[in-house]
Nanobody, 118 residues
């Protein structure tokens, strides 16, 4: 089992910055990738950024050049710059562990609200 706790959300003006943090606990050694998803009202949850165990990041096209994901042991961060109103959403931390012969297992944090005012 992996537990995830996010922090760092809040209200910011358009063009501003926020840094989200996620602390992982439990079977952290088994995590093969971590990432950030977001869900805006009336929309499906979407992948924002992901980083593999080897440190390779990937980003949604909508945030490339503005967001940076990083990981340090049991912490994963999302630095968000040049925020836009369309970045407003609940942001969820995600961790993936192998399924031991079954599909990979996804773990989720409780979510943190990011609101960008225009």
């Amino acid at each position: 089992q992996v537990q995830l706790v996010e922090s760092g959300g809040g209200l910011v003006q358009a063009g501003g910055s926020l840094r989200l943090s996620c602390a992982a606990s439990g079977r952290v050694f088994s995590i093969i990738a971590m990432g950030w998803y977001r869900q805006a009202p009336g929309h499906q949850r979407e992948l924002v950024a992901q980083i593999t165990g080897g440190g390779m990041p990937s980003y949604a096209d909508s945030v490339k050049g503005r967001f940076t994901i990083s990981r340090n042991n049991d912490m994963v961060y999302l630095q968000m710059n040049s925020l836009k109103s369309e970045d407003t959403a609940v942001y969820f931390c995600n961790a993936i562990t192998p399924g031991d012969g079954r599909p990979p297992v996804n773990y989720w944090g409780q979510g943190t609200q990011v609101t960008v005012s225009s």
